[in-house]
């Protein structure tokens, strides 16, 4: 099989193919600054035509934030950098590596402040997207044979992007009208230019939705919140691609995010990532609740491998991917997150061999 049909097989059909899949993602500081020390030939060779991962994506929707233009450099020290982004965020980050922004200032503070700048995202803007990237992106995947998807950042991290965790927080359960229109204005935004992308540029494989709904010990608000004032919007735009246009949609959700499986279910997501282990997520547990209700990619634990011990990193992969094959469950190989740069590429090289020992149905 070639990846592309290999992934079909996994995330459409949600059966088991001639292996297990293959993709991952990565702290770009990984490759950049510490594989490239330990082997890896070369910054400029792709790590997914490298180790020939079955699927390549990118974002076409490049510049959704309601504050477009507006982004720059606001000051610096020789550690960090403080960037206000065109969502309106103010964030401090490391300059020499990655992590979790601290969130100085939000430009909008309240209802009256997104009033005053929603009708911003009511036009169509096709500097807002990049069809030639787009059109790069399907070039690849059909002369390698990869499974393609187009990425996106949908209305809950898009929330959380352009008023902050805590005001986010208290306006779904103190201004859900509030939350409403926004979700409603991003929804409208998103199906406008996607049917403009895919006209313009072609149609992949798939959607990679992203939205971190959970943190380490549950979800940000509780299953009935999400019902009422997400899921809508959810099932909105996944129709919109799976009716619409024949799209699978995978889904990124960081944290604990147990309780929202059957959220993503009844919204009609194909394939859940990237199950955090770190947060108490188990592929196992997953899938022998849900069945092939979902394909599952990830849950190998970052942490574990990150100690580079080959005994820790055999027992995490072989338990999780070869308990997937046992199952006979649709399964894609990745970690709980991202590849951190403490995994040695040594270690990273040890667990494709143990995939393609093991890796087959």
């Known amino acids: ?65 309601v504050f477009k233009g507006e982004d720059g450099l606001v000051s610096e020290t020789e550690e960090t950098k403080d960037f206000r982004n065109g969502f309106g965020a103010l964030s401090r980050y490391w300059k020499n590596k990655s992590g979790t922004p601290a969130h100085l200032d939000f430009m909008i503070k309240d209802r009256p402040g997104w009033d005053a700048v929603r009708d911003r995202l009511l036009s169509f803007d096709a500097s807002r997207t990049n069809v030639d ?32 965790d805590v005001l986010m927080l208290e306006s779904l359960l103190l201004e859900p009208d509030w939350i409403k229109d926004f979700c409603r204005v991003y929804t409208d935004f998103y199906k406008e230019h996607f049917a403009y992308v895919l006209r313009e540029a072609g149609t992949p494989d798939a959607v990679f939705m992203y939205e971190d709904l959970g943190f380490t010990n549950g979800l940000f608000c509780s299953p009935k919140v999400l019902r009422e004032l997400i899921l809508p919007y959810y099932k909105e735009i996944l129709s919109m691609f799976k009716d619409d246009y024949g799209l699978n949609v995978l889904v990124h959700s960081c ?46 634990n970052a942490q574990i491998l990150g100690t580079n011990d080959k005994d820790k990193v055999r027992a995490e992969v072989e338990r999780k991917m070869c308990g997937m094959i046992e199952r006979r469950m649709p399964y894609i190989l990745h970690s709980d997150h991202s590849v951190p740069p403490n995994v040695d590429f040594e270690t990273y090289n040890f667990m494709m061999q143990i995939y393609k020992e093991k890796g087959a149905y």
């Open 1 to 65: 099989m070639t990846g592309r049909e290999r992934f079909i097989q996994l995330i459409k059909h949600k059966q088991p193919a001639d292996r297990v899949g293959l993709y991952e993602h990565f702290w770009p500081e990984t490759v950049r600054d510490y594989w490239v020390q330990q082997g890896y030939p070369s910054v400029d060779v792709p790590v997914g035509q490298y180790f020939k991962y079955d699927m390549v994506h990118m974002w076409p929707v490049s510049d959704p934030g």
């Open 133 to 164: 990237g787009a059109k790069e992106m399907l070039a690849t995947a059909r002369d390698e044979g990869r499974y393609s998807a187009y990425g996106f950042c949908f209305v809950f991290e898009v929330l959380r992007a352009t008023i902050g």
């Open 255 to 300: 944290g604990d995010i147990r309780e929202a499986v059957p959220i993503f279910i009844e919204a009609g997501v194909d394939c859940l990532q990237p199950m955090e282990a770190k947060a108490g997520v188990d592929v196992l547990d997953l899938a022998d609740t849900y069945g092939n209700q979902l394909a599952y990619m990830g849950n190998i």
